[in-house]
C-alpha cells in the first residue's frame, strides 16, 4: 500500500528546511532559506506566524516557549519570538561571508551540532560544529553540503552525510555531551535510492527518516541501513522532515521550488510547500539547547 504525504500550507519556499516542533508553542517551525523568513503553524496548518531577517537562517534550537537559538550564516543568535530581539551567542565562520549555515540537530545532551556550506553550492570547503555550554568544537570539515544530523533516543548515536556523497554516515557519540567518539562509518550507501539524502530525523523506535532531494519521498531506514518504509510526496525537492503535534505521529514534511524549471513549476504547483502525513509511530520530543 502506498502512503503518501498530503499539502498542509502552500509556503511556495524556495528552500524550505529546518523544520522542528516547539511542545511549548505547540506549533511546527521551519524556513525559508533562500528568502531569509521563519514560519509557524499549529499542527493543522492554521494560525501561521511568520518572521523576517536580513540574512541567511537555516535552523534553530529551542531556548525557551519565547526564544530561540537561530543557526544564521554568521553565528548562532539568540532571538525573541515576542519582541524580535537578536543578540549573538556565538559566532560560526563569521570571517567567512562565502559560507552559510545549512542542516542542523539537538542532541539530547541539548549540544547542538551545526552544518555549514559554501553559499553557491560545490566546493567542499563547509564544516560541522557542536556548541554545548558556551564551547563551539570542530567535529568535521570538508563537507560540500551537510546534512541528515540525527541522534537515537539514547544520546549514544549520531548519523550524518555530505549529501552529494550519496552515503549517510554513523558515529558514536557520548550521551552526556553529544560530542563524537570513536570513528565514522558507513550507515547505509544510498546511490541506489531515490534521490540524494537530505535532512533527516530518528523516531521513538530507533529508525531513521531521511528526505530525498530530487527524489519525491521520503524513506525510512532500520536500524541495520536497509528500507523498511517509502513515503510518496507530490513535489521532487524534498528537504527534510520533523515529527510534531499532540502524540509526535504526524510527520511533517519541508520541500523546496528553487531550482525547477518552468515546466517542472507548472507539474510541481505547490512545490515548496509544507506536508504531513499521520503514521503509527511517534518520533521524540525536541530537546532544548545547552547555551
Known amino acids: 500500500m502506498s502512503e503518501t504525504a498530503q499539502l498542509l500550507v502552500d509556503s511556495q519556499c524556495a528552500l524550505g528546511e529546518g523544520p522542528f516542533w516547539h511542545p511549548h508553542r505547540e506549533k511546527l517551525f521551519w524556513f525559508d532559506i533562500n528568502n ?4 509557524a503553524v499549529d499542527e493543522n496548518g492554521k494560525d501561521q506566524e511568520s518572521w523576517a531577517f536580513d540574512e541567511i537562517v537555516t535552523a534553530a534550537a529551542i531556548i525557551s516557549a519565547d526564544e530561540l537559538a537561530l543557526a544564521t550564516e554568521t553565528g ?3 532571538f525573541n519570538l515576542v519582541t524580535g530581539e537578536i543578540s549573538l551567542i556565538v559566532a ?3 570571517d ?4 552559510r549555515s545549512n542542516d542542523c540537530r539537538l542532541h539530547p545532551s541539548g549540544g547542538y551540532w551545526i552544518g555549514t556550506m559554501v553559499k553557491d553550492e560545490g566546493p567542499a ?4 560544529y557542536h556548541f554545548r555550554k558556551g564551547k563551539l568544537t570542530q567535529i568535521r570539515s570538508g563537507a560540500a553540503i551537510p546534512n541528515a544530523a540525527c541522534f537515537t533516543a539514547d544520546g549514544k548515536r549520531a548519523y550524518w552525510t555530505d549529501t552529494p556523497t550519496q552515503k549517510i554516515l554513523t558515529v558514536a557519540t557520548d550521551p552526556a555531551t553529544g560530542l563524537p567518539l570513536g570513528e565514522w562509518e558507513v550507515f ?3 546511490s541506489n535510492d531515490r534521490g540524494y539524502p537530505d535532512g ?10 531521511n528526505a530525498r532531494w530530487g527524489g519525491n519521498c521520503v524513506i525510512r531506514y532500520a536500524p541495520d541501513g536497509t528500507i523498511d518504509r517509502i513515503i510518496e510526496v507530490p513535489v521532487s525537492q524534498v528537504t527534510c522532515p520533523a515529527f510534531g503535534g499532540k502524540d509526535l505521529k504526524r510527520l511533517f514534511i519541508t520541500t523546496a521550488n528553487k531550482t525547477l524549471s518552468e515546466d ?6 505547490v512545490a515548496g510547500g509544507l506536508f504531513y502525513i499521520d503514521l503509527d509511530v511517534a518520533g521524540l520530543p525536541e530537546p532544548t539547547i545547552e547555551l
Do not use: M
Open 200 to 209: 533527516a530525523v530518528v523516531d521513538s523506535q530507533g529508525y531513521i527518516w
Open 125 to 128: 570547503e563547509g564544516a560541522l
Open 188 to 190: 547505509a550507501d544510498v
Open 96 to 99: 567567512n561571508p562565502g559560507n
Open 76 to 78: 548562532l543568535k539568540r
Open 36 to 39: 531569509q523568513t521563519l514560519f
Open 92 to 94: 560560526i565562520e563569521a
Open 264 to 269: 517542472q513549476l507548472a507539474a510541481e504547483k
